[in-house]
């Protein structure tokens, strides 16, 4: 028999070939091209359409393609450069600068403290020590559009108060702001024992006041809890049955008579002129010894404000004093209020592109500042000053303390139970006493320069 094998026997004896014959038969490779093709063009298209997204938030957020770390390094040294080119606030040319209009920008070498070398910080506004993962929020620094605002220097400020007294007087985020500027402060005091509450108060959230001396300064940082400024007490005798407390319009709360002596007045109101803190609990308003049951709550807040600001005119040595009214801090609740599960604890990110007062807070800021603006003409321009900080925190999505109030062993809040009002620190009311800080010292300096 010959050695030699036919063609035909040699694809018989290689069962590998008439498989692969048989697969070629059956045409399997031409859909696996399509379907690989087709899976190839769509993640591409995805992809497309997460990277022009990206580059709109890159657009709104300062980002790039770059590390995030030195994306904030590159934006840094903008914000520096950017610095160069502005007339100091503090300097010749600075007294015409509105330091209300500007930017919120990125600074590494924010926050000004951390809350854990804060002793003067209530539990609710330690969001990191609560549990709050990210520190974004903290990082963030107000550049006006027409200069720059100095640094805040502790020292500086104590120097400046020596002697003196800074008062707070307002609702609870009044005390938010209040709590702010003792950590600032505090963080320029080596000896934190020679701070402290002279009645011996632990800094927990309660009615009445509490004063904290300086004691190497001899000054105090004092702060009186009086959320609508004008006096709540008792309805006139024989009233109307549902009246529980009343609101005298007309005057001003009992503790003012502590407040108009201090050398620094901060004064705020607002977030408890709402339906549910006044009529719902049966607390109405009365002028004289009538109550108006008729009163609506936004003409009623309004009465309140111009009975401030006369009492301010009239009652405060304003030689002595100076006065700053702080104006309405947003809320950002989302998908409902403080009471209906609004939330805002994935917010990480300010609003940089906006500077609209969301639609829950626009009465509120509407009736303050037609009232503010109506008693800022020329003549009475140099008797009090505006701390305009509604619109910039407008911006401030990010800042709230959310779900991290109840302290680092309790866990975070229920999702329905967040804090869209109050604000972490350190954090944005920082920025707030930033802005009293400079005003105070361009007083202190055009003061002692006439």
């Not at 009992?254 to 803190?277: C, I, P, Q």
């Not at 626009?362 to 109506?374: D, E, T």
Request: glycine share 8%; hydrophobic share 35%; net charge positive.
């Amino acid at each position: 028999m010959s050695s030699k094998r036919s063609p035909q026997q040699y694809v018989e004896t290689m069962p590998g070939v008439e498989t692969l014959r048989r697969v070629k038969r059956l045409r399997l490779f031409e859909p696996s091209v399509g379907v690989a093709g087709f899976f190839l063009v769509s993640t591409f298209v995805i992809c497309s359409f997460f990277y022009l997204d990206y580059r709109e938030l890159a657009g709104r957020f300062g980002f790039s393609g770059q590390s995030e770390r030195f994306t904030w390094s590159q934006q840094k040294r903008g914000s520096a450069e950017e610095r160069i080119h502005k007339v100091e606030f503090l300097g010749e040319k600075g007294g015409g600068c509105d330091l209300f209009e500007g930017n919120w920008v990125w600074d590494e070498s924010y926050p000004l403290y951390q809350s854990k070398d804060c002793s003067f910080l209530d539990g609710g506004f330690r969001c990191s020590e609560n549990g709050r993962p990210d520190l974004f929020y903290t990082k963030w620094r107000w550049q006006p559009k027409a200069c720059n605002l100095p640094r805040f220097n502790a020292t500086m400020m104590l120097e400046k108060l020596r002697n003196k007294r800074l008062v707070f007087a307002g609702d609870s985020i009044g005390r938010n702001q209040w709590e702010s500027l003792l950590c600032m402060l505090s963080s320029g005091v080596p000896n934190k024992d020679s701070i402290y509450e002279v009645n011996g108060q632990p800094i927990t959230k309660h009615k009445g006041f509490l004063v904290f001396r300086f004691k190497d300064f001899n000054c105090t940082v004092e702060y009186y809890r009086a959320p609508f400024l004008v006096l709540q007490s008792r309805p006139p005798p024989r009233t109307n049955g549902k009246i529980r407390t009343t609101l005298k319009l007309d005057q001003m709360d009992w503790y003012s008579f502590k407040w108009r002596d201090a050398d620094v007045l901060v004064l705020n109101t607002g977030h408890w002129w709402n339906y549910e803190k006044t009529i719902k609990g049966g607390c109405y308003f009365q002028e004289g010894m009538e109550v108006k049951l008729e009163m609506k709550v936004e003409e009623a807040y309004k009465r309140s404000i111009e009975t401030a600001l006369n009492w301010i005119q009239n009652a405060v040595n304003l030689r002595k004093t100076r006065v700053f009214f702080r104006t309405y801090a947003p809320v950002h609740f989302r998908g409902g209020d403080w009471r209906k599960g609004g939330n805002c604890h994935l917010e990480t990110l300010p609003e940089l592109g906006s500077s609209l007062v969301p639609n829950d807070n626009w009465s509120q800021f509407k009736i303050a500042n037609s009232v503010l603006l109506a008693h800022t003409n020329a003549s009475e321009v140099s008797k009090f000053k505006i701390l305009n900080v509604t619109q910039m925190t407008a911006q401030r999505k990010d800042g709230h303390s959310s779900i991290y109030y109840l302290g680092p062993n309790a866990g975070p809040a229920p999702l329905h139970r967040q804090d869209c009002s109050h604000w972490c620190l350190p954090g944005v009311p920082d920025t707030w006493n930033e802005l009293l800080y400079a005003l105070f010292l361009k007083h202190e300096t055009s003061h002692r320069l006439s």
